[in-house]
T-cell receptor
C-alpha cells in the first residue's frame, strides 16, 4: 500500500515567517500534486511535479520533487494570513490512475 | 480548470436514512472519483465511476453502503445508505482529466445525528 506522510501535521506561525512542509513516501510516484483546502471548499490544485529533482515556483511558494520521486516539499516564503489552510500532497503511483493523498498539514498564519 | 458542482452543499440527516449526492461537470469525462474527507482528515478514495459499468470500490467501501450511478459522462451520484454518525464527512467528487489535472467539486458536508 502506498502511503504519503506529511510533516508537520500542524503549524502555527507569525506573518512574515518562512516554512517548509514535507511529503514523504517509500514508494515511487509518477507525479505528485500539492493542494490547498480552505474551510467549506474542495481542495484547489496548486502545482503538479512530474520529473525527479524538479523545482517549481508559484509566487512565494516553491515546490520540489525528490530526485527519486518518493518525496516532495513545499516552501512558503514570508507567509501571509491568506496562506492559512490545509495543505495536501497527492501522488499517482506507477501503472495506476489513482491519487493517494497525504495525511495533510494544517497551517495557520497569524497576523 | 473544470466547473464542478455538487448538490446538496450540506445536509443534516438522521441515523438510518440515506442521502444521494449529485455531481455535475461542465464537460465529458471518462472517470469520476468519489472521495470522503472525515473531520480534520485527508481525503480517502471511495470509488471510481465509469459510464456504462459498475463502479470500482476501494478497500473498506462496498456498493451496498455507497451505491454510485454514472448515467452519462457529465454526471454522477453517490448515495450514502443507512447512515450512522460515523458517516459524517465531506464527500467530494473529482473528474479525471489526466494525471496533471485533478479538480474537485466544492464538496457535500454531511452530518448524521
Amino acid at each position: 500500500t502506498q502511503l504519503l506522510e506529511q510533516s508537520p501535521q500542524f503549524l502555527s506561525i507569525q506573518e512574515g515567517e518562512n516554512l517548509t512542509v514535507y511529503c514523504n513516501s517509500s514508494s515511487v510516484f509518477s507525479s505528485l500534486q500539492w493542494y490547498r483546502q480552505e474551510p467549506g471548499e474542495g481542495p484547489v490544485l496548486l502545482v503538479t511535479v512530474v520529473t525527479g529533482g524538479e523545482v517549481k515556483k508559484l509566487k512565494r511558494l516553491t515546490f520540489q520533487f525528490g530526485d527519486a520521486r518518493k518525496d516532495s516539499s513545499l516552501h512558503i516564503t514570508a507567509a501571509q494570513p491568506g496562506d492559512t489552510g490545509l495543505y495536501l500532497c497527492a501522488g499517482v503511483g506507477s501503472g495506476t490512475y489513482k491519487y493517494i493523498f497525504g495525511t495533510g498539514t494544517r497551517l495557520k498564519v497569524l497576523a | 480548470s473544470a466547473v464542478i458542482s455538487q448538490k446538496p452543499s450540506r445536509d443534516i440527516c438522521q441515523r438510518g436514512t440515506s442521502l444521494t449526492i449529485q455531481c455535475q461537470v461542465d464537460s465529458q469525462v471518462t472517470m469520476m472519483f468519489w472521495y470522503r474527507q472525515q473531520p480534520g482528515q485527508s481525503l480517502t478514495l471511495i470509488a471510481t465511476a465509469n459510464q456504462g459499468s459498475e463502479a470500482t470500490y476501494e478497500s473498506g467501501f462496498v456498493i451496498d453502503k455507497f451505491p454510485i450511478s454514472r448515467p452519462n459522462l457529465t454526471f454522477s451520484t453517490l448515495t450514502v445508505s443507512n447512515m450512522s454518525p460515523e458517516d459524517s464527512s465531506i464527500y467530494l467528487c473529482s473528474p479525471f482529466r489526466g494525471f496533471c489535472e485533478q479538480y474537485f467539486g466544492p464538496g457535500t458536508r454531511l452530518t448524521v445525528t
